[in-house]
DNA sequence: TCTGGGGTCCTAGGACCC
DNA sequence: TCTGGGGTCCTAGGACCC
């Protein structure tokens, strides 16, 4: 029996949530906007097809969004997290060990003839479009490297593509090292230099000769393309390693406030999110950026802050990074962005109790699980701990998100008879 | 005028130790 | 006069991905 990696992947995923409430829209371009509405981030085919490449500024397509009449969307997240959501609830029915690996893929395991696992991939592309009304594409190889690839095969084909080894083979001289997984600008330039183009030029080389010119990576890149999976399903077992959240500003801003209060921001959301997963923190970072376009360039700085403790309450956590922002402001300065990341988690179950645990920090424990409840019940935002400024000043710009269908009882649509 | 946010993994280099 | 080298741990930052 053969042992095959699938991935699923979902067509233009945010056009398709999008066009999931809109069907007016199918067959017409759309696009939707990373936040402040500054890039585009997802294209419908009638864009690519256009040549809109992928993360263009929008400033720079309005001639073509006007001469195409592009439908245009903000990011809208809770959104795209719920149609995910059930996408692969779907798929995990179906095949019960799924690696998901980011909102809109997920590798699983295939057993069987080449004939029969591709009639299962048919199969289950046809289950998955049918429930959620999201259009994906399934690729079929021995490595997850190669699946990758055969998943773009696919999706210019009948929308599923399994590439067995001789297949595989024949086509490794036509393929550029630059379309495979993994294969940045940096890694592809280093290729040209060492005078590798193609797949079929890399993988003719000596194991030693890629450990020693490419290190690990190159290593693992080498047996995933000849056909050797230098990666299971293991990513499925492990939990969450970090959580970030950050944010540009509408505007640059000089003021130490207003970099507190969307600091205090972030950290509130991320605080949730660590309580929601049920671990605790030891370690975070604060950042303070500036734009990334212009003088202030190098002007921004970050702070990791190492706790006694570990913690998951805000009010502990939002003390030591109001500390940061003093310590990181720098007067002058013009901020574009500010952001908080949490690592080094440890299980909130059975965790050591401090003795230098204050009463007040034993009271603002208990209250925390009181505040996420309210929280999730009436909406992200309605219950908030610490103060909060009157501004919105650092806030991101969201001219044409689409309403909250499937996450807030005011926004889904009601059929009309 | 206007250029995202959320992740993972790896590596280089400093601090420290014996 | 002579002035090591190897190990570990940690962190910042690079590279890549969607």
Redesign the pocket.
Known sequence: MQKWVGLL?CNN?FVSCERLFRPDLKGKPVMVL???D??V?ARSQEIKDIGVP??????QVKDIIKDNNVAIFS?H?ALYRDVSRRVFAVLRREINAIEQ?????AFFVLVGSAESVEARALVLKDIIERETGIPVSIGVARSKTIA?YASTVAKKTKGVKLLAAKEWKSLQSKIELRE??????????TFRKNGLLTVADFVNLEKRTVKTLF???GE?LLSELNEISASGLT?AL???????????FKETTLDIEVLKDAVSH?LR?AAE?LRSMGFLTK?F?VYLGT????DYLLQGG???L?LLTPTNDTFTLMKEAMKAVDGLYKAGVLY??A?VLLT?FSPAAGAQLSFLEDEREIRTKQLMPLLDLVNKKNGRGSVLLGTRLKTDEWQ?AQMKKSPAYTTNWKDVPTVKA
């Open positions: 992947d995923f990373s936040s402040n500054g890039c981030v992928m993360g263009v500024p929008l400033f990011s997240f690996y980011s909102i809109d893929e990758k495979i997984w993994g294969v940045g600008a940096k890694t592809s330039q290190g690990v990576v693992r990513r492990e939990p969450q390693k970090s959580i970030l959240h950050t944010r540009s972030h959301e999110d370690s970072t734009s990334r376009h212009g970050s702070k990791n190492i574009k962005k952001g080094d991101s």
